[in-house]
């Protein structure tokens, strides 16, 4: 059977960099390397307990359960009008086959085509989205940049908190929403390139083609001409440690001062590091995840 393993950024705000694994007739996602959600093929309902009308039936996606090596499969929600016996046996297929594979993570990142948030001289400020194919490109995003989720941890910029000619207010997103807003207003302009193996992009609507050191490698630029903003975002990226260290393409200096930042949030370490495309300092990472242990038998 032919598989395909890879990963792809969730972003707009960056949450993880999700691993990929699939077969013909089913797939599996992973934020963390541990748990995967399965799915598999299903003819639509509409087309399983209708008569004959001469049409093909329409397959897609259904969720299916969640998977581990620790549970197995568990949270299975078999809906009895899809076909369950093929859908059961789909996943099972696919879990053995991923059982060989989680010894490789992380797998590659394979979402090349990017949208940045770009300044009014087109040069990249903020990730938007991406994409592994140009099919995925037929519209520029409609949604601004965004740091984090809305029902997530709350980002808190000790910067921003002791900046007295500031007030954001009291509420748990006022951190990330002062950052948005300095970022947006900065970069209005949306733009797909695609990242060569080099690192430069070439801009897919345009003749654009910009240095790889143009391209912020977290993400988000940091040299601002305000120094409140340049500092909130040096505290925005401290916070987003430890998922930025899932990024496979960060430089020896910059992953080793992630590292130290990422020890902050233990427990996100922890649940992390399985996929961590490389480590500068073995020993803090383990640090890391000892205090996230004693932390959780307390």
Request: contains cysteine.
């Amino acid at each position: 059977m032919t598989t395909s393993s890879y990963a792809r950024r969730q972003l707009n705000p960056f949450a993880a960099v999700l691993q990929v694994f699939e077969t013909e007739v089913a797939r599996a996602f992973s934020a963390n390397g541990v748990v995967w959600r399965i799915q598999t093929l299903a003819n639509r309902p509409d087309h399983t307990w209708r008569s004959d009308t001469g049409t093909a039936p329409v397959q897609q996606f259904f969720n299916w359960g969640l998977w581990s090596l620790q549970r197995g499969m568990h949270e299975v929600s078999a809906n009895p009008i899809l076909d369950i016996g093929f859908m059961s046996d789909a996943a099972e297929q696919l879990v053995g086959l991923l059982r060989q594979e989680t010894d490789r993570l992380p797998f590659e990142l394979r979402d090349h085509f990017e949208c940045w948030a770009c300044d009014q001289d087109g040069n990249p400020v903020a990730l938007l989205d991406s994409a592994i194919t140009g099919e995925e490109m037929e519209k520029i995003p409609d949604h601004p940049w965004c740091g984090t989720a809305s029902d997530g941890p709350a980002f808190q910029s000790p910067s921003l908190a002791g900046a007295q000619a500031v007030s954001v207010g009291m509420a748990p997103r006022a951190h990330a929403g002062y950052l948005e807003r300095q970022v947006n207003r900065y970069a209005p302009l949306p733009t797909w390139f695609r990242r060569n193996p080099n690192g430069s992009g070439t801009g897919v609507l345009g003749e654009q083609q910009l240095p790889a050191g143009a391209f912020p490698e977290t993400g988000l630029r940091e040299d601002w001409d305000d120094p409140l903003t340049a500092a909130v975002v040096q505290d925005y990226l401290h916070w987003s440690a430890p998922l930025l260290l899932t990024l496979p393409h960060l430089s020896d200096a910059r992953r080793e001062r992630l590292e130290r930042a990422a020890v902050a949030r233990a427990s996100l370490v922890a649940d992390l590091h399985r996929l961590l495309p490389a480590v500068i300092n073995p020993q803090l990472i383990e640090q890391a995840r000892v205090e996230a242990r004693l932390r959780r038998s307390q």
